[in-house]
Structure formats: C-alpha cells, structure tokens
C-alpha cells in the first residue's frame, strides 16, 4: 500500500466543519482513498471512499486534488460524537488487500 | 449494510489458558477475514489474513502456532490465543471486505478486548 500522511492531531469546534487533510504523493493509478474513524475501544468505522472524483455520503465529503496526490475528509457539522481516530488508507480495492493502518489523526471536537 | 458480528466484546484470562474469539458476517459472505491486534495508543497492526477453505497467512512475526485461526465457512472466521500471557493482553479486531462494487469497503467488528492475568 502507498503511505500516507496526516497530522497527528486536530481540533474543531462543535457545529463546525472539519477538515481532515491527507497526503498521499505515491498513490497509484489503481488505489482508492478510504476513510476510516476509530471511536475509543471501538472497532474502525467504515466513512468513505473514493478513486478520483470527489464523494459525498450521509455522514462526509471527501475531495481529491485533480493529481490525487492529496485528499481531504469533511465533517460538515461537527458533533462531540465525531470525536475518534481519523485514518485516510490508500489500497487497491480488488481481490483480497488488507487495509494497513498508519498512526491516523486524533480529532477532538470542542464543545 | 455489512455487519461482523465479534465475540466477546472482552474477556480476562488466566495465563497459560487459551481463549477463542469468533467472527461472523452476518448479512454477506466473506471469502476472506483479516484479523489485527492494536496496542493501547496505538495503531491497529494486521496479524492474519484468513481464507474460507484455506490456511492463513500470517504476518511477520506473528507466531502461527500460538495464533491458531480457523476460516471453516464463508461467514465463520475463529483466532485462537493458545497459552495466553499477559504480553498477549491486546485489542483483537476482526474485518472482512464486502463486494458492493470493485472498490467496496471493509467492515470491522467491534473488537475484543483479551486481558490475561
């Protein structure tokens, strides 16, 4: 898997957007970008993913640069709930690829 | 959507005893099961890559006779901890992929905390 690089650690007011930025230079042509968040002693929860053009869910946004050697998750409202690891993996998507994790960012929403 | 169901949640063992802890896909079948193991603050590290019919793949370093998992049916995957000890005292973490297109997505269950004493 291509590595990837976040900020350890971020802060964001509740009600406001997060943004969560997410390098990620050797990305290959056939790589998505997932995005996952792991609330304490919890297991991973799945957010988003995505190849080249920019995703929208229910719960996040997730915009990749036009080279898509960056991308960033939004949380457009931010809850206190929102508050968890925030990991962006890059992984080919197909056949049997295990997700590999990096050290991810820690999001702290402030009341 | 694809949910794994993990058992238990927690578990406190003895040292030297083994501990089984069970993964199931509930509403797809999963051909293939990954399990992780994450330290406090830090984070989640594969251990096994488990197919259905198959034996697993172990990462390196990750001692497969201590270890024992089993993938006996497309939504049945099983970790083993033999002789536990208080190193082996982790976070235990099973996923397993789901097929809604190409890319799909990874499901994760919501883990077992494994304390041996």
């Known amino acids: 898997d291509a590595k990837t690089t976040q900020p350890t650690s971020m802060d964001c007011a509740e009600g406001r957007a997060a943004n969560l930025p997410c390098n990620h230079s050797?990305?290959?042509?056939?790589?998505?970008v997932y995005w996952y968040r792991q609330i304490h002693s919890q297991g991973p929860q799945y957010i988003i993913h995505?190849?080249?053009n920019n995703e929208t869910n229910e719960m996040a946004s997730l915009i990749i640069t036009e080279d898509r050697k960056s991308s960033t998750l939004i949380l457009p409202h931010a809850t206190l709930r929102d508050t968890a690891v925030y990991y962006c993996i890059v992984n080919p998507g197909a056949g049997s690829y295990q997700l590999t994790f990096g050290k991810g960012t820690k999001l702290s929403v402030i009341p | 959507g694809a949910v794994v169901s993990q058992h238990p949640s927690w578990v406190i063992c003895k040292s030297g005893t083994s501990v089984k802890i069970e993964c199931r896909s509930l509403d797809f079948q999963a051909t293939t099961m990954f399990w992780y193991r994450q330290f406090p603050k830090q984070s989640l590290m594969l251990m096994a890559t488990s197919n259905e019919g198959s034996k697993a793949t172990y990462e390196q370093g990750v001692e497969k006779d201590k270890f024992l998992i089993n993938h006996a049916s497309l939504t049945l995957s099983t970790l083993t901890v033999t002789s536990a000890h208080p190193e082996d005292s982790s976070f235990y973490i099973c996923?397993?992929?789901?097929?809604?297109?190409?890319?799909?997505?990874?499901?994760f269950g919501s883990g077992t905390r494994l304390t041996v004493v």
């Open positions: 995505g190849l080249k």
């Open positions: 050797t990305i290959s042509g056939n790589e998505y």
């Open positions: 996923s397993a992929r789901w097929f809604r297109d190409r890319s799909g997505g990874y499901t």
